[in-house]
């Protein structure tokens, strides 16, 4: 086991993780630390995690536009993982009809004038959607700390827990 | 053509630039996460400081925070070093193919320190907020 962790970290793909732990939080306070991604802690115990912000509307429900910030944050998430998946299918699956119109008959200008417009139509537009996607996800990081630090300013108001 | 290059150029520089968190925290002498631009980054009492900017304010209360804060403003300025010379391989890949596998190669590199500057920048945060001194 030590020789593959080992050689996972010499290529570079150990997870990388924050260190420190905090012992002097209050049982309701929203703790930062890192695995792979951003998560969202309290009393030790993971409640949100970068890739979804599933959990974070639910840890600051008491404070509502810590709330409101946090379903935003969940919802461009999801949103920008829609378009970055749909814009990769779509930039492949418009080199694959391309190329095929293209190499299918190399006598057929119209086939071949096809396929460069699928190609290049489907590239721009994939890659398009996959930045669009991208900078939803990256809005959705920045909004969700901005849930986290607004929930912290104003737990003090909360009763009973979350 | 160039002018519609020139655009999406913008649109681009435009959409990064409004990556960045917008509320300012107020808990007086508590450190809180912040971003702006993709940098990391900590408010403290209203005034948001860069990873770059933070060991400096950070020494005069918790020296091993402002240790973290060093090692991620490090970590962050080998990534943007690492993601320039990345961009110069991936835009040489068009003429030299092989390259856009260095790009690839050097892109997760780059993607390995911005992570490792997150994790130290969240490390400084805690250490700072767990140290009663820092609490006044």
């Given amino acids: 086991m030590r020789w593959l962790a080992l050689m996972a970290a010499l290529a570079g793909c150990a997870t990388v993780g924050s260190s420190f732990r905090r012992t002097h939080a209050d049982r309701n ?19 949100a995690a970068q890739d979804t912000w599933d959990g974070l509307p639910v840890a600051v429900s008491c404070v509502p536009r810590a709330r409101d910030q946090a379903e935003t944050a ?16 779509l930039m492949v699956a418009a080199a694959v009809a391309g190329s095929v119109l293209i190499y299918k008959d190399r006598h057929n200008l119209d086939d071949i004038g096809l396929g460069l417009l699928t190609l290049t139509g489907g590239l721009s537009g994939g890659l398009t959607m996959t930045l669009t996607g991208s900078f939803m996800r990256s809005r959705a990081d920045v909004t969700a700390i901005d849930a986290v630090n607004m929930f912290n300013d104003d ?6 827990g979350t | 053509m160039h002018r519609e290059v020139l655009l999406a150029a913008f649109a681009v520089a ?33 005034v948001f400081m860069k990873v770059s900017d933070a060991p400096f304010v950070l020494a005069g209360c918790s020296a091993t925070a402002a240790a973290d804060a060093e090692r991620a ?3 962050y300025g080998s990534a943007k070093t690492w993601s320039s010379i990345s961009g110069v ?14 790009g690839a190669y050097l892109s997760a590199r780059t993607d390995r320190k911005a992570q490792q500057s997150y994790a ?14 820092c609490a006044r």
């Fill in chain 1, 74 to 89: 969940q919802s461009r998430k999801r949103r920008g993982k829609v378009l970055v998946w749909s814009g990769i299918g």
């Fill in chain 2, 73 to 75: 403003a490090t970590e």
């Fill in chain 1, 155 to 160: 737990r003090a108001t909360c009763t009973g």
């Fill in chain 1, 29 to 47: 306070e929203l703790v930062w630390a890192y695995h792979g991604g951003l998560l969202v802690t309290r009393g030790g115990q993971v409640v």
């Fill in chain 2, 89 to 102: 391989a991936w835009s040489l890949g068009w003429l030299v193919p092989p390259l856009f596998g260095l």
């Fill in chain 2, 120 to 133: 130290s920048t969240i490390d400084a945060i805690n250490r700072f907020n767990d140290d009663p001194g």
């Fill in chain 2, 14 to 46: 435009v959409a990064a630039c409004s990556v960045e968190t917008k509320y300012v925290p107020r808990t007086p002498h508590r450190l809180a996460l912040g971003m702006v631009r993709g940098e990391p980054g900590v408010y403290l009492d209203g």
